[in-house]
């Protein structure tokens, strides 16, 4: 059931005290399957505790707000933990995989766009859920900045893409995130699965919906 708000106490002034709360909420939560990177001039993140494969069929009612995004994904094949000496970018790649992603978007809150940055940061940055194709290993040579992705709700193409909005490799969030922020939970794991930001935002999804996201010759993903 959305909540209108935070009780004052714990509503976060920054983005410390969001963190805090994520921490507080996976823990009684978790386990942490994957985790949303926020890209930009200030890079953030949430955790995130449901990762389904394409083709599930999927509960509306369980996303409040509910919204589609087409995204690249990664997910992690070998750990990365924690250390005091920081990963480098070969490091980390070499232990990702890429995973066409679609991220269901819900908020826990009545209305999101009332609360402010870091009480949406609190609240997993709007993460409902991620739902991934199959994954690609040899993916580093792959040309982000011009691959087409759209978006399909019941046979209607409701996005299309051209290039990426990443200033860089997408692949740039994870390496922040393996040396900063992630080792609050004890750092990736194998299996965990990162969206690295909307290529176009969210639309809006309803009951009954069949949403399709196609990367073409890199993968589909199928939610219904």
């Known amino acids: 059931i959305p909540i209108t708000e935070l009780p ?6 920054d983005a410390d005290e969001a963190f805090a709360v994520q ?13 949303k990177v926020g890209q930009g001039a200030s890079p953030n993140c949430a955790p995130v505790f449901a990762v389904e494969q394409s083709g599930v069929t999927l509960e509306a009612a369980r996303f409040h707000g509910l919204g589609a995004e ?38 826990r809150y009545v209305d999101k766009k009332a609360r ?33 992705v759209s978006l ?3 046979g209607t193409v409701v996005q299309s893409v051209g290039d990426t909005p990443h200033k860089g490799n997408p692949s740039d969030g ?8 992630a080792g609050r939970s004890g750092g990736l794991r194998a299996g965990d699965v990162i969206t690295t930001g909307a290529l176009k935002g969210a ?9 399709i996201g196609d990367w073409g010759n890199w993968g589909r993903v199928e939610v219904q």
């Open 8 to 13: 004052p106490a714990c509503r976060p002034r």
């Open 23 to 35: 921490d507080a909420v996976a823990a009684l939560r978790g386990p942490v399957r994957g985790w």
């Open 70 to 107: 087409i995204e690249f994904g990664f997910r992690v094949t070998e750990d990365l933990q924690p250390r005091a000496t920081p990963y480098t970018d070969a490091e980390v790649l070499e232990r990702l995989e890429f995973v066409p992603l679609m991220e269901l978007i819900a908020s």
């Open 116 to 148: 402010t940055p870091f009480e949406t940061l609190a609240d997993s940055l709007s993460n409902g859920a991620f739902v991934i194709g199959h994954p690609i290993a040899d993916w580093q040579a792959f040309g982000f900045r011009n691959h087409a």
């Open 152 to 154: 399909t709700i019941n």
């Open 174 to 181: 994870v390496v922040w995130l393996a040396n900063r922020p």
């Open 203 to 211: 639309t809006t999804a309803q009951a009954g919906d069949k949403v």
